[in-house]
């Protein structure tokens, strides 16, 4: 199986890579529409700031690339946040796979952190990546922004206020937490999406 994992200016690409490989699938790190069209899966990670990424997107023609692809694609945090209509980091446009807004946390308490970083239980799993048995596990999750609940929810998490966890619409899934950091229950994820 080809699985490609989009190249560009975010982190968290080799921590995805590593996972893969401990999978038993080495994937290839490309940015080449050619490689990510002809790819069975393709994976568009992310670690960074929404504006200036759609930027190098936009400048690279991967944003047209992202959204004509037909094979199953995994966005994982910003990612999943790109893949949105707009978000209010940076004020930016975005892929509008998912019309959906991405919003900043406002913490209500004391005690409500931003960025939510850390371990966090998702629920209301549908099918696609998730199967019953994970509902109520735990996932790691490094966010300042989220995605409200929608129609594209494939999964909830509640910090600060419920948020979608995951969205799913046709060929597209995501997640906005991180299998490759999810230890067991990540593994179960990613290995639902190679499987689709």
């Known amino acids: 199986m080809d699985v490609a994992i989009i190249k560009y200016n975010a982190g968290n690409i080799y921590s995805v890579s590593y996972a893969l490989k401990r999978l038993g699938v080495s994937p290839v790190i490309t940015a080449g ?3 990510l069209c002809k790819a069975d899966k393709v994976i568009f ?3 960074g700031e929404a504006q200036t990424t759609m930027a190098y997107l936009k400048e690279h023609k991967l944003d047209a690339v992202i959204t004509d692809l037909k094979q ?3 966005g994982i945090c910003l990612g999943m946040q790109l ?3 707009h978000s209010e980091e940076g004020d930016a446009e975005c892929l509008g796979i998912f019309d959906t807004e991405v919003k900043r946390f406002i913490p209500h308490r004391r005690e409500d952190k931003v960025p939510h970083m850390g371990w966090n239980t998702i629920t209301q799993v549908k099918d696609g990546l998730f199967t019953a048995q994970l509902e109520n596990k735990f996932v790691y999750f490094v966010h300042s922004y989220y995605v409200p609940v929608n129609e594209y929810t494939a999964a909830t998490t ?6 979608s ?8 899934y995501a997640t906005q937490f991180h299998p490759e950091k999810s230890g067991s229950v990540g593994e179960v994820i990613l290995k639902n999406f190679l499987k689709l």
């Open 165 to 172: 966890a995951s969205l799913h619409k046709d060929n597209f």
């Open 45 to 47: 990670p992310g670690v």
């Open 33 to 35: 529409p050619e490689l």
């Open 72 to 74: 199953p694609v995994l």
């Open 158 to 163: 509640n910090y600060i206020l419920p948020f």
């Open 83 to 85: 893949m949105c209509r």
